[in-house]
């Protein structure tokens, strides 16, 4: 019963896993995955476009320089005095203060540049815009020698003396085809700076930032790290490479970050741009959160219908199986508790209905089973009274019957016999009738007695060990008297030795003298032939005769009660019971009597019978 | 003379049927006493005794069976077969004579050329077994 609650219990919990929480958790992974993706998607494209932008402002930043640079070379006016500058073996004979105050005028006026100045092919600053770098040498900085060769923007450097990242535009100042020196304008600092500390569109934990390929170092201010950035990135070494891509990776405070990085071939350096991966997700968390509740609602739901299921159901279901439990077990009128008005309800109603009754049922039933108990009990031994006076009537009626027959039949015999004086043949004639009708007269007399017996359910066969051979002896002595005349010849085939038959002789010699006698009576030549076998727990006897045999139409009259063939009524001699009692006979041994029979050649008679001992309890 | 010196106790009380015994037991030199009622000291008063040939339906109460265990119980008369002869239904008196000991059985009527023989037979110790069914 237990088992029964729990596994229907169990496998709605089951159901109802597979139907909303499986499906809801798949939805929350494939959400959560999704939305991972999505982030990744939308993120690297935000930084892919702000790559862009910030490269061409760049590129703008630099090519308004390089423009700059070139209208001041196209000023005939000045390009004279720069030229002059520029080649003068003394500075101090040159115009160079008119070139300096032309290059701070310009520098004024335009924000590309933070400073303007002039160096000879020597690397020697002429002019400038500001007074720092005038009278220095640079040639140890990294632009110098690439501008003779008539480079003009350089590779972003970080500048040792201001810390700055430093880009430099230069122009070669001709001389009949001969480089003589250098107008080089030093790219607003503010500008780049401006460019890539500009977070907009980088939300709160975004990034970018140049990389310098030449110091491997970050050349633009970071976020959120005040120190110059040496730390190794993915991005970094794929930018420093000169690859440009995206990806996601650690940056250098540990953060799992979306990157994208885009090689600036034109300053030499790498751009990356990036932010952290659970910002970028964090765009999509309501979605997620939103995605997750309904499932969990959803689950939640599940749960609650496995609950109203079990309150609506199983509960009223078990409470019905319980009580039936308890009818079964014979409590009957018990009653369910059940005041819902559905279906169940219903059936509980119904239940309490039906328990009520199989009470009152079973109240009368012991009442009317104790009744008819009793009325049974009166008929039986009315039944049994009535039987047993039946019995008593009939042992007397056959003790009765015969006492007389005996009497003639014997007193005949006697005076046939001359025990009172001689008789002369006529008379013995006479008696040997007498005697004769006598003698069918007690045989017409105990077929009744046993067919009555067995019409009224009284024959007994009463079994002990029957020892056929004797028996099967004296048939067979039986069968050679009762041959009508010498035409017919007696063969017996009768295996020595048969074990005993657990039965009752009286009956077993009954019924094969019956039917040696019917052989024997109707037969008028050739043989009768008796066979006794045992075949396997079986006694088989066989009478074979060549007698008139029996007309198929017949075959149902052979064994009928109170009948007899048409043969046997011209024969004039029996009751026609004979076969019938055998049959019921053998019957009573757990036997059975059969025939075979053509008309005009022969009958067969079948007599089996069970050694086994069993059968006694018949 | 199938009896000669042979003594015989008859239980019988139908005087036809004495008559027939008596005749066909006494032809063949038997003597032949009649009992007609009383107790078993009566009985044991009349030995020696070769054979009881016993009537199973006899006056009175007891029934040939309860007379017979009445007689076999008295130690004189253990050795003395006794014979059913009786009328009654062969079966179940066949089987019920086996069971309690009779030393033969003989259905009525009697057949007058063997029914010495088979006493003869029963009082040299075998036993005659003959329902008479035909």
Not at chain 1, 271 to 278: A, D, K, R, Y
Not at chain 1, 434 to 439: A, C, F, T, V
């Amino acid at each position: 019963m237990s088992i029964f609650q729990r596994s229907l219990r169990l496998s709605m919990v089951v159901a109802m896993m597979l139907i909303a929480v499986v499906p809801a958790l798949v939805i929350i992974v494939g959400i959560v995955v999704a939305s991972n993706n999505q982030a990744r998607t939308q993120s690297i494209n935000q930084l892919s476009s702000l790559a862009v932008t910030k490269t061409d402002n760049i590129e703008l930043l630099l090519s308004n320089g390089e423009d700059l640079l070139e209208l001041m070379l196209n000023d005939q006016r000045q390009l004279p005095r720069m030229r002059d500058v520029a080649t003068s073996l003394d500075r101090r004979l040159s115009p160079t203060q008119q070139v300096s105050s032309y290059l701070q005028e310009v520098q004024e006026t335009q924000s590309v540049f933070d400073e303007l100045f002039l160096y000879t092919r020597t690397g020697e600053v002429r002019s400038s815009s500001t007074t720092s770098l005038q009278g220095e040498f640079i040639v140890s900085l990294p632009f110098y020698r690439d501008s003779i060769d008539g480079v003009r923007t350089h590779p972003i450097f970080v500048e040792p003396e201001t810390d700055k990242p430093t880009v430099v535009i230069t122009l070669p100042i001709f001389d009949d085809d001969r480089v003589v020196g250098i107008l080089a304008g030093r790219v607003s600092e503010a500008q780049i700076v401006d460019i890539m500390t500009d977070y907009d569109g980088l939300g709160t934990t975004g990034d970018n930032f140049l990389v310098s390929s030449t110091t491997q170092q970050a050349v633009t201010p970071l976020r959120f790290v005040n120190d110059t950035l040496t730390a190794s990135t993915f991005a970094i070494d794929e930018v420093l490479a000169g690859n440009s891509g995206n990806a996601q990776y650690e940056n250098s405070r540990g953060e799992t970050v979306y990157g994208v990085y885009r090689w600036i071939e034109t300053i030499g350096a790498g751009m990356v741009l990036e932010i952290e991966q659970g910002e970028a997700v964090g765009a999509f968390r309501n979605f997620v959160l939103l995605s997750g509740g309904v499932a969990i609602l959803a689950i939640i739901a599940a749960l609650g219908m496995v609950w109203w299921i079990q309150q609506q159901l199983i509960a009223p279901l078990t409470q019905l199986t319980t009580t039936t439990s308890e009818i079964a077990a014979g409590n009957y009128g018990e009653q369910v508790h059940i005041q819902s008005k559905n279906e169940i309800g219903v059936l509980a109603a119904s239940f309490n209905l039906m328990s009520r009754e199989i009470k009152n049922l079973f109240d009368n039933l012991e009442q009317r089973v104790a009744d008819r108990t009793r009325d049974l009990v009166e008929a039986r031994d009315e039944a049994q009274k009535a039987n047993n006076a039946k019995t008593a009537f009939l042992a007397t009626t056959s003790h009765e019957l015969r006492t007389p027959l005996n009497a003639v039949i014997n007193y005949t015999g006697l005076i046939d016999q001359g025990y009172w004086g001689s008789v002369t043949p006529e008379q013995s004639s006479a008696l040997n009738t007498i005697s004769k009708s006598g003698q069918h007269l007690l045989n017409l007399i105990n077929d009744l007695l046993d067919m009555s017996k067995i019409v009224s359910g009284s024959l007994e066969v009463y079994k002990s060990e029957v020892d056929l051979n004797s028996e099967i002896k004296d048939v067979a002595e039986i069968a050679q008297g009762l041959l009508e005349n010498d035409n017919v010849h007696l063969i017996t085939e009768i295996e020595p030795d048969l074990p005993p038959l657990f039965g009752d002789s009286v009956r077993i010699r009954q019924i094969m003298i019956n039917m040696v006698s019917n052989a024997c009576k109707f037969t008028a030549s050739g043989h009768i032939r008796l066979v006794a076998t045992k075949q396997n727990d079986l006694f088989l006897f066989k009478v074979e005769d060549t007698g008139i045999g029996i007309e198929p139409e017949d075959y149902d009259v052979v064994f009928a009660e109170f009948q007899q063939t048409a043969s046997g009524v011209t024969k004039g001699k029996g009751t026609g019971l004979g076969m019938s009692i055998s049959k019921n006979l053998a019957e009573a041994h757990s036997g059975a009597v059969w025939f075979e029979s053509v008309y005009g050649e022969g009958t067969t008679f079948y007599l089996k019978l069970p050694f086994n001992k069993q059968t006694q309890l018949n | 003379m199938l009896l000669q010196g042979k003594t015989l106790l008859m239980f019988e009380d139908n005087l036809e049927n004495i008559t027939v015994q008596k005749a066909l037991l006494e032809r063949e030199g038997a003597q032949v006493h009649l009992f007609a009622g009383g107790t078993t000291s009566d009985v044991v008063e009349m030995l020696p005794i070769d054979a009881i040939i016993m009537d199973l339906m006899i006056p009175g109460d007891t029934d040939g069976f309860d007379f017979y265990t009445m007689l076999k119980n008295r130690s004189e008369l253990a050795s003395v077969p006794i014979v059913a002869v009786s009328a009654m239904d062969a079966s179940l008196a066949v089987s019920k004579a086996k069971s309690m000991g009779f030393a033969g059985y003989i259905a009525k009527p009697v057949k007058l050329d063997k029914f010495a023989s088979q006493i003869a037979t029963i009082i040299s110790g075998e036993a005659i077994w003959d329902a008479n069914r035909r």
